[in-house]
């Protein structure tokens, strides 16, 4: 395993985090035009929508979300104030706490979603090209699955 970057490393390097940096703010500028919601929003209601009756345990969507515990439960008590989303307590565990989605929460995520589909399109995927597309999700996924976690269980 090598431990030194080379110049083209280095610079794929920086290029990929003013990419990223760049793209999210764009993507968080545009949910937050058109629809009122930051862009962490918007990606705790899509992990919300997609897990068994729309509800995951809160540290399951912190470790999603790559926040910390409080993080989470500071964003959590942001979106329960705004409708979105409510807290659940385990009645097997006093532990555990749920976060689900509520019916305001997946209207709100309806209307954001073709509007924000459109901003990935814009400020990322038309950049893509052909032969592009097929080397970055090999590269993402060989970085995803070196690191992949076992599967959690999700509280359904």
């Known amino acids: 395993m090598a431990s030194d970057l080379n ?3 280095l610079a794929v390097w920086r290029g990929f985090l003013e990419a990223h940096s760049t793209v999210t703010r764009k993507l968080e500028r ?13 990606d705790v209601l899509v992990h ?3 897990a068994p009756r729309g509800r995951l345990r809160h540290q399951v969507l912190a470790d999603s979300l790559v ?3 409080s993080g989470v439960t500071r ?8 409708g979105l989303v409510q807290r659940e307590a ?9 976060v689900m989605l509520t019916r305001e929460g997946r209207t709100t995520l309806d209307r954001a979603g073709p509007g924000h589909i459109h901003s990935v399109v814009e400020h990322f995927a038309r950049h893509l090209r052909g032969p ?12 995803l699955e070196e690191d992949s976690p076992p599967p959690v269980e999700t509280g359904a």
């Not at 058109?34 to 918007?42: F, R």
């Not at 385990?90 to 749920?98: F, G, P, W």
């Not at 592009?132 to 970085?143: D, K, M, V």
């Open 30 to 42: 545009d949910l937050l035009e058109h629809v009122g919601i930051p862009l962490t929003w918007y």
């Open 132 to 143: 592009e597309t097929g080397a970055l999700s090999s590269f993402f996924n060989r970085l």
């Open 75 to 82: 964003l959590v008590d942001r979106m329960v104030n705004a």
């Open 48 to 50: 919300l929508s997609e």
């Open 90 to 98: 385990s009645t097997d565990d006093r532990r555990v706490s749920y």
């Open 7 to 9: 110049d083209v490393q």
């Open 67 to 69: 926040l910390s515990r």
